[in-house]
């Protein structure tokens, strides 16, 4: 079986793979303070009736990829291989500095390569809100990148003296009547509207329209707000992007 693992600035996403099918998916928090042996103890309470095969890590934390990668080659006794714009990425990136391409964003495109017609803009909702875009010939020719829900919802409360720390939840109105209705609404369908207007600007300049992707926890929240709805919702596409990586490399190896 196959182990996928994105390692985002909040949590840690692990996929379990037995050929094409996800047969267990697991969140943790991206704790930089557990020691390798916490993080060996969870790997090995989560897939102890699993044999894994193989690994690919997706990684935007540099300070977890030697403990986890330690951690996987000590419980599962392979070797693991880290997604980077150096190995192939099955999609051609054309950006000027390739090490600035995150992981899991290169994990998206490549997934959306491959499950969707181009051009594909897919919008991940994480830590931050990004866009990835593939154009027409099936390049990855770059995105956008603004700050996620959560991290707009953290920093109205740590840098105003009034506001109150709400979490995500749908906006009931536009106009709010009280703090946290009002903060909801800038915040949910504020982004709602940016990304509307986002996915206008990027067709405009590739010239055509193209398949909207959604993954991300908040995709629910906005979607609802959208003048023009997602073409498609998928939680995994990251992890199936990350297995689609894996099998290539392994192929290129043979």
Not at 84 to 108: C, F, H, Q, W, Y
Request: charged content about 20%.
């Amino acid at each position: 079986m196959l182990l996928t693992a994105d390692i985002g600035n909040t949590n840690i996403t692990l996929g379990l793979f037995d050929e094409s099918a996800l047969v267990e998916e697991f969140r943790l928090a991206s704790d930089k303070d557990l020691s390798l042996e916490e993080y060996e103890v969870l790997l090995k309470s989560l897939f102890a009736q699993f044999k894994i095969d193989g690994c690919i890590i997706s990684s935007v934390v540099e300070e977890l990829n030697n403990k986890f990668k330690s951690a996987v080659k000590n419980v599962f006794k392979v070797e693991p291989l880290f997604l980077s714009a150096k190995i192939n990425t099955g999609v051609k990136i054309k950006m000027p500095n390739l090490d600035e391409v995150g992981a899991d964003r290169i994990a998206n495109a490549a997934g959306a390569y491959i499950l969707y017609k181009h051009p594909v803009i897919v919008i991940d909702f994480g830590t931050a809100t990004t866009f990835d875009i593939v154009d027409g010939n099936g390049d990855f020719i770059g995105g956008v990148i603004a700050p996620g829900i959560n991290l707009q919802l953290k920093t109205l409360n740590k840098f105003t003296s009034k506001l109150p720390r709400i979490d995500a939840a749908s906006s009931p109105s536009a106009i709010g009547n009280n703090t946290v209705d009002a903060i909801l609404s800038g915040v949910i369908r504020g982004c709602a509207c940016m990304i509307d207007g986002l996915i206008e600007q990027c067709e405009h300049e590739l010239g055509e329209k193209a398949v909207i992707v959604a993954t991300g926890g908040y995709s629910a929240y906005i979607s609802q707000y959208m003048k023009r709805p997602f073409d498609f919702i998928n939680p995994t596409l990251t992890l199936e992007g990350l297995r689609h990586l894996y099998n290539i490399n392994q192929l290129a190896k043979v």
